[in-house]
């Protein structure tokens, strides 16, 4: 019935290639759309969490100013949530503002201190020049500056780079020695802002002594993913209750809402693009269908003389609908794999990191999320079927086999 020549002379093949391309080209896109976009937020996710945890612990009177308050690091209930099931790792840090001067350039920036205990997971992957500091039993000089300063300020490793601090009104000045240059990526906000250094550094310049630090970033394992507001929201909640009253404990979605709401903003984006494909898909099979009901009508006629009732005839195009779908959604599913996969392993499609924090466009493929995809769209195109099947019942057989 889809491929041989009916009683008129037109074939049924072309219009059932249409068909299935219609279906293939929607499920190619919608996948493509799906690995993109969850890529993409993946990426800019990981790096935000990567340069700022996914909660922090700070006083609970902090300023907004640069000059960030103090605490001890010695917190029992700090300690306690080490044993919080999700939470990998909990670090102390602190910060100081400052201004990097070259030779004609400044440049303000945050110089963030860090611990021995410090994970180095993230800066390690981002790393393109140098290597990252020891912490050797006296106060150490090195510095991590990103690539962007490096270029402005016309940088290299191994350099010394003099910065300058305000301290009880007067401004200080010290040296340090670049040990690694590193990239994310995220330019404005992170990599044109923070310098890593010794937190011995950033003690010494806020007049602290080597208890206190400006709080403490807790990081977590997979089992608890940073785009998943609300459990993220109720283990920020959750450590609020534990934490002393005088501590505050803040998820990196509240920190930094703006990013967030773009990342939000392409769920959107994404649920358009794939209604507006299933939408097209289903227009496309009605009028396929409806074609191939019309070119049968001979067929039709024959059928109901000999007894056959409306949903016997029905069922026949049904499945011949059904196979024109399946075959598609088949087709779609290797196109679409086919393109991630060698996007994923080759970065074939490169993008401007500048604009949009990332070299290539990312790929992350989510079999779940893809099984539901192509459940829905063989669902939701069969159901769109039964309307022009309806014709059928509307042909009446001593008609067609007259005018056959």
Not at 14 to 34: C, D, E, H, K
Not at 184 to 194: N, P, Q, V
Not at 284 to 292: G, P, T, V, W, Y
Request: charged residues 20%; proline residues 2%; aromatic residues 8%.
């Amino acid at each position: 019935m889809l491929t041989q020549k009916d009683e008129s002379g037109r074939m049924s093949k072309p219009i059932v290639r249409v068909a299935v391309a219609g279906i293939s080209i929607g499920i190619t896109v919608m996948i493509l759309t799906i690995a993109v976009v969850q890529g993409f937020q993946d990426e800019i996710r990981n790096k935000v969490t990567g340069f700022g945890a996914h909660i922090q612990i700070s006083p609970y009177d902090s300023n907004f100013s640069l000059e960030t308050d103090s605490l001890n690091r010695n917190q029992p209930t700090v300690e306690a949530l080490k044993s919080f099931p999700g939470i990998r790792h909990i670090q102390p840090f602190a910060i100081k503002a400052g201004i990097i001067k070259s030779k004609d350039q400044l440049l303000g920036v945050m110089l963030k201190g860090i611990d021995k205990d410090f994970d180095w997971e993230f800066f390690g992957k981002n790393l393109k020049e140098g290597e990252v500091f020891t912490f050797a039993d006296t106060t150490g000089d090195r510095v991590l500056i990103s690539e962007y300063m490096a270029n402005k300020l016309e940088l290299a490793v191994g350099k010394k780079v003099k910065m300058f601090f305000l301290s009880d009104g007067r401004s200080r000045a010290r040296s340090f020695t670049i040990s690694g240059i590193y990239n994310t990526g995220l330019t404005e906000g992170y990599d044109d802002k923070f310098v890593l250094c010794d937190m011995r550094q950033v003690q010494t310049l806020n007049h602290w002594d080597s208890s206190k630090v400006a709080g403490f970033e807790v990081l977590l394992d997979e089992t608890l993913p940073v785009d998943d507001g609300k459990r993220l929201t109720e283990l920020t909640a959750r450590i609020n209750d534990e934490i002393d009253y005088s501590l505050v404990a803040e998820n990196i979605r509240d920190l930094t809402p703006a990013i967030f709401s773009w990342l939000d903003v392409l769920d959107t984006n994404a649920l358009i693009i794939i209604v507006l494909m299933i939408f097209v898909g289903m227009i496309n099979m009605i009028s396929a269908l409806m074609i191939l009901i019309l070119d049968r009508t001979n067929m039709i006629g024959t059928l109901k003389a000999l007894g056959a009732k409306n949903w016997l005839v029905m069922k026949i195009f049904l499945r011949n609908g059904g196979r024109m779908i399946v075959i598609g959604t088949i087709i779609g599913n290797v196109a679409g794999l086919g393109l991630c996969f060698l996007q994923k392993y080759t970065g074939l499609v490169g993008l401007d990191e500048e604009s949009y924090y990332v070299k290539v466009v990312p790929i992350h493929i989510v079999w779940s999320d893809l099984l539901l995809l192509n459940i829905s769209t063989v669902i939701i195109c069969t159901l769109a079927l039964l309307l022009p099947a309806m014709l059928v019942t509307k042909i009446s057989p001593v008609r067609a086999l007259r005018f056959s």
